[in-house]
């Protein structure tokens, strides 16, 4: 099938499996921190599975013992979920354009280029080990954008999907901001399956009125600079919560929120773009100790597993 660029979908181009509805999925509660160590158990994970049945593709951002986790339950429960594994890359080079600081010592990006490379070849065991339900791979998420506090290097970068595409054969990608895509990931895009894009227009002061036609432009923009290359939305969502830091207090709740969802669904659905919701589950963890901090309350579904009003009227 073709959208009307005359592009033919990436779903398509790269596994031939059918489009389907997509989200993030990270599975921690109160209490738990995958900074700490403390992850979500077997049973919890089954759990929010079991809520998550109606959407096809997940999409987890690390291979630490939660991704294997989720790998386990989906194979023992027999679950029938398409996965994008990710990898958590740290900083290598120090950032001074990130608002809250990204400066790091020489000997902390040491450590931090050894426990990348260390990732990756976790990545590259998980998706071995489990080839039947990862459909893809990616290298990273959000580290080349210009406010990045984990700055990796574009050549970093290549050198990483080099690497994974020299041991496994499966779909590689690497998950940015819309505006890397247009510039400066130009050398990493012929190393790349597809080109994966974020775009929250709640975070660049948009209003709901003008949100999906700005989420079109960042989507078009992109596509316009790399003619040919599949696209996926690997992050695009509404906050239900603000203190008013990056994102005013009136331009989060559940309502805007579900009208959000609604437009990018029918839009997506229409194009027959994979788009990965963000996020499955509120987290806690996230941001600062506000409680009303934006990071923590992206999720469809509240920490307590009950859904917001996007899943009633869902």
């Not at 779903?11 to 489009?19: A, D, I, M, P, Y």
């Not at 050198?159 to 990931?185: G, H, M």
């Not at 969502?237 to 029918?266: F, K, P, V």
């Amino acid at each position: 099938m073709l959208n009307k660029s005359g592009q033919l979908t990436s779903l398509e181009q790269l596994s031939g499996r059918k489009h389907g509805q997509a989200i993030c999925y990270s599975g921690y509660r109160e209490g738990q921190n995958p900074r700490l160590g403390i992850y979500p158990s077997y049973e919890q994970i089954k759990q929010d599975l079991l809520l998550l049945k109606d959407w096809s593709y997940l999409r987890l951002y690390d291979c630490s013992q939660h991704a294997e986790t989720v790998l386990s339950v989906i194979t023992n429960e027999n679950l029938n979920f398409a996965l994008m594994l990710g990898v958590d890359i740290a900083a290598e080079v120090s950032n001074p354009n990130c608002p809250w600081g990204a400066h790091f010592s020489e000997q902390q990006l040491a450590l931090n280029r050894q426990a990348n490379s260390d990732d990756i070849e976790r990545l590259i065991d998980l998706t071995s080990r489990y080839p039947q339900h990862v459909f893809s791979v990616s290298i990273g998420n959000e580290a080349s954008v210009d406010w990045t506090d984990h700055m990796v290097p574009v050549e970093r970068l290549v050198e990483f999907a080099q690497r994974i595409k020299s041991k496994i054969d499966v779909p590689i990608t690497f998950c940015e901001n819309y505006v890397p895509w247009t510039n400066k990931l130009a050398p990493l895009v012929a190393e790349l399956d597809f080109i994966s894009i974020h775009t929250y227009p709640v975070w660049e002061f948009q209003s709901i009125d003008n949100a999906l036609e700005y989420t079109k432009q960042n989507y078009y923009s992109v596509q316009q600079c790399n003619p040919g290359v599949p696209i996926v939305i690997t992050e695009a969502g509404w906050t239900t919560q603000s203190n008013g830091c990056g994102i005013e207090t009136w331009n989060a709740s559940d309502t805007l929120q579900a009208e959000y969802y609604q437009q990018l669904l029918r839009w997506t659905n229409s194009e027959k773009i994979l788009t990965f919701v963000f996020e499955a589950f509120d987290e806690p963890w996230k941001g600062s100790d506000d409680p009303q901090e934006p990071e923590k309350h992206w999720g469809l579904f509240y920490v307590d597993r009950s859904p917001k009003l996007v899943m009633q009227d869902a």
